[in-house]
Each structure stands twice: as structure tokens, then as C-alpha cells.
């Protein structure tokens, strides 16, 4: 299986500045692959599927990027509403599988 | 868009058999591929089973696989997982999720139900 590696664990950030957040593939997902955002007692909410394409209403501040084994979510200005935890999700093969999580929490 | 509700989570003994349903309302189900993906308490997301949007195909992960076994009725709108021989490992949050590209395979998920808890104890 797939194995999909986030980094980092937890990310302190203040709000209004730029978050960073990587998520590798074991091999390579080419661009099979989605971010989602998941806030405390909440179900997760897709953000980037394809590598790079927000889904519907997702701000512009979400940038997805990268292919094959290596990708980011860029979030470029933090908003409160922002502070959770995101996950990666390849579906290029199945078992589908999805990172372990970033939380990204205010600094 | 739609809403997906799970049900049947519950307390049982290890061992023993659960079936989890979930509901889908504001879409035609027989249209989508559909998922089963847990959360356990504190944790990570951790995908379980897929079926195609007919249900001649499934997937499963390996923790699950030979143990549980998704299945669904589109005349009826609802997918099912029967959970058997169930460990202290299978407590977790369950939810249903759904494929955004009808009749598609491999795609992410639009939209997940909230989660029925399943807690596994003697």
C-alpha cells in the first residue's frame, strides 16, 4: 500500500501569516491526490483534489501543488476559521490511504 | 449536494457483529462509488472499503479484510458495512463518504456523513 508521510506533525502559526504544509507518497500518486480539513467533532471537508484544484467555495487562499511523490497545501494568509487539522488522501490505488494529519493550531 | 447519516454504531463485545448503515438523501446513490473510512479516538483517518457505484466491484484494506464487508442497495439509497469478529481495535469513529464523479473509480470524496461511534469492549 501506499504510504503517505505529513510533515510537520503540528504547525504553530499566527493568524494573517503563511502555512506550509508537505505530504509525500511512497511512490508516486501522480496527481491523485486531495487535501481536507477537519475541525474538532466536525467531518473532514475537501479542500484540493487533483494536486491543485480547490473544490467548490474553498477560498483562493488554499494553493495546492506537486505531483508523483511530493505535494504542499499552501494556506497564504491564516484566518481563525483556519486552525484544524488537514489531511492528504491519495486515491491513484487502491487501498486508498490517507497521511496521519498536520494540525495547525495558533500561534 | 446531498447528505449522507450513518447509523447502527453501538457498544459491543469483542467478537461479536455490528452492521453500520448510511442514508443517502439529496442525490441518486446508484451513481456513486462509496466509501468507509474510521477515525479512532485522538487519531488519524484510516480508509477501510470501497464499492463501485453497481456494487460489482469492492476493495478493502488489509485490517478489515475477510472481517468485514461492504455492501449497498441503491433502491433503497443506503450503504451498509457488516463488521464481524469485531477487536478493542475497531473502536473508532465510522463514517461514509462519496465519490464526486459519478461512475467513476478512483476519486476523491465530496462530502462525508457525520460518523457513527463503534466502541468495541467487554
Known amino acids: 500500500e501506499i504510504v503517505l508521510t505529513q510533515s510537520p506533525a503540528t504547525l504553530s502559526v499566527s493568524p494573517g501569516e503563511r502555512a506550509t504544509l508537505s505530504c509525500w507518497a511512497s511512490?508516486?500518486?501522480?496527481?491523485?491526490l486531495a487535501w481536507y480539513l477537519q475541525k474538532p467533532g466536525q467531518a473532514p471537508r475537501l479542500l484540493i483534489h487533483g494536486a491543485s484544484t480547490r473544490a467548490t467555495g474553498i477560498p483562493v487562499r488554499f494553493i495546492g501543488s506537486g505531483s508523483g511523490t511530493e505535494f504542499t497545501l499552501t494556506i497564504s494568509s491564516l484566518q481563525s476559521e483556519d486552525f484544524a487539522v488537514y489531511f492528504c488522501h491519495q486515491y491513484n490505488i487502491w487501498p486508498e490511504t490517507f497521511g496521519q494529519g498536520t494540525k495547525v493550531e495558533i500561534k | 449536494q446531498g447528505q449522507l447519516v450513518e447509523s447502527g454504531g453501538g457498544v459491543v463485545q469483542p467478537g461479536r457483529s455490528l452492521r453500520l448503515s448510511c442514508e443517502a438523501s439529496g442525490f441518486n446513490l446508484s451513481n456513486y462509488g462509496m466509501h468507509w473510512v474510521r477515525q479512532a479516538p485522538g487519531k488519524g483517518l484510516e480508509w477501510l472499503a470501497v464499492i463501485v457505484h453497481d456494487g460489482s466491484n469492492m476493495y478493502y484494506a488489509d485490517s478489515v479484510k475477510g472481517r468485514f464487508t461492504i455492501s449497498r442497495d441503491n433502491s433503497k439509497n443506503t450503504l451498509y458495512l457488516q463488521m464481524n469478529s469485531l477487536r478493542a481495535e475497531d473502536t473508532a469513529l465510522y463514517y461514509c463518504?462519496?465519490?464526486?464523479?459519478?461512475?467513476?473509480?478512483?476519486?476523491?470524496?465530496?462530502?462525508w456523513g457525520q460518523g457513527t461511534l463503534v466502541t468495541v469492549s467487554s
Open positions: 463518504a462519496k465519490n464526486q464523479v459519478p461512475y467513476a473509480s478512483m476519486v476523491h470524496f465530496d462530502f
Open positions: 511512490q508516486s500518486v501522480s496527481t491523485n
